[in-house]
């Protein structure tokens, strides 16, 4: 039987949402994380509720994957645990609650009371900014470095709120091959699988990124907007952000408000230091991207590679999801001579394993 709407027309579910929904959850118990899976599963509870919150989720198009639609509730109803305005999740954030269909009525419950004020979540994709992703993309780096020269202008596509756009202020300990600042409070630390990267350490001339709606790590509201989309199973994933948050307030990262096709555009348009590598680099965003806005990035960065020569080179760092598979693939283009994809490794999408196979 179809769920009974409030405005009372019956919504079959695409059962594309059904199947978003499941592999969301699954994937989350994949990845010790049986707190998100339990939220994300209640989602099929809600679809039979009469809420806007179900009545949404339930006429969703069958784009519910590409849209992460699953995760945009989660971090509704974790920004509500955060933010102290209702309790009654709290036992299934502690652990205590494990049992589905009791943490189904408590969702849907919690939905009803806070419908209004949970329907925005489901306006946008979630902003996962997570540091941990860095550790790949600084092995790229290490392993660039060792192959065209050390010195990289750094761009970031999607940086969300520039987490990773202060890469260069983060300390690195990857396989045992250690790059970046001594004194970092911010320590990347994931396990390593496979050879340690090359040690030749890279020097960061420049480091900026772009959004289309940048988050400001210094404003309380818009920190905690972010840290409620951090998964409740990953206390350490909380903790690299709240040492994120901190950097950000001795000096916030350089972030434009920008689209990003337009924006890779103009930088690779713009004036490049002799001697320096210019990267473009993104991670785990490429799916949220119109497919339009993919085309022309790819295009304009393959035009900029074709005149790149040795003083001003040129390289695409991107850490991706493969559509596939749905591991997550480290790729580097550079240029001159690397113009074909090179899969130095995958990692996991929260920095917490990085699988090498690039050669050291």
Request: glycine share 8%.
């Amino acid at each position: 039987m179809a769920p009974i709407t409030p405005s009372g027309i019956p919504v079959a579910p695409d059962p594309a949402v059904i199947a978003a929904i499941d592999w969301q959850a699954d994937y989350a118990d994949r990845n010790h994380a049986p707190i998100t899976a339990r939220l994300v599963r209640a989602q099929h509870a809600l679809m039979a509720g009469p809420t806007r919150i179900g009545e949404r989720l339930a006429a969703w198009p069958a784009t519910a994957m590409e849209d992460a639609m699953p995760l945009r509730l989660t971090g509704g109803l974790h920004h509500l645990h955060l933010a102290g305005r209702d309790d009654r999740l709290a036992p299934v954030y502690a652990g205590a609650l494990t049992d589905q269909a009791s943490v189904n009525a408590r969702v849907c419950a919690v939905v009803a009371d806070h419908d209004a004020a949970l329907l925005p979540w489901l306006d946008g994709p979630p902003q996962t900014n997570e540091a941990g992703r860095s550790a790949a993309i600084m092995g790229a780096l290490l392993w660039l470095a060792g192959r065209i020269g050390p010195r990289f202008e750094l761009n970031e596509l999607g940086a969300s709120a520039g987490v990773n756009t202060m890469l260069d202020r983060f300390r690195f300990d990857l396989g045992g091959t250690t790059a970046g600042a001594a004194d970092s409070p911010l320590r990347i630390t994931p396990q390593w699988q496979g050879p340690p990267p090359p040690a030749t350490a890279p020097v960061i001339t420049a480091i900026r990124g772009c959004d289309r709606a940048p988050v400001d790590l210094t404003d309380p509201d818009q920190a905690q907007r972010l840290k409620a989309y951090v998964w409740a199973d990953s206390p350490e994933r909380m903790a690299r952000l709240d040492a994120a948050i901190a950097l950000a307030h001795r000096q916030p990262p350089r972030l434009d408000r920008a689209d990003a096709g337009e924006w890779a555009g103009a930088r690779l348009a713009s004036p490049q230091e002799a001697d320096t590598t210019r990267v473009i680099f993104h991670s785990i965003v490429w799916q949220y991207l119109p497919e339009a806005t993919r085309a022309a990035i790819t295009a304009g960065i393959e035009a900029a590679g074709a005149r790149a020569d040795a003083a001003r080179r040129l390289a695409w760092v991107r850490l991706e999801t493969n559509r596939t598979t749905f591991r997550h693939e480290l790729t580097v283009r550079y240029w001159p001579g690397g113009a074909e994809p090179v899969v130095l490794g995958t990692a996991h999408a929260h920095g917490a394993w990085v699988e090498w196979f690039g050669p050291g």
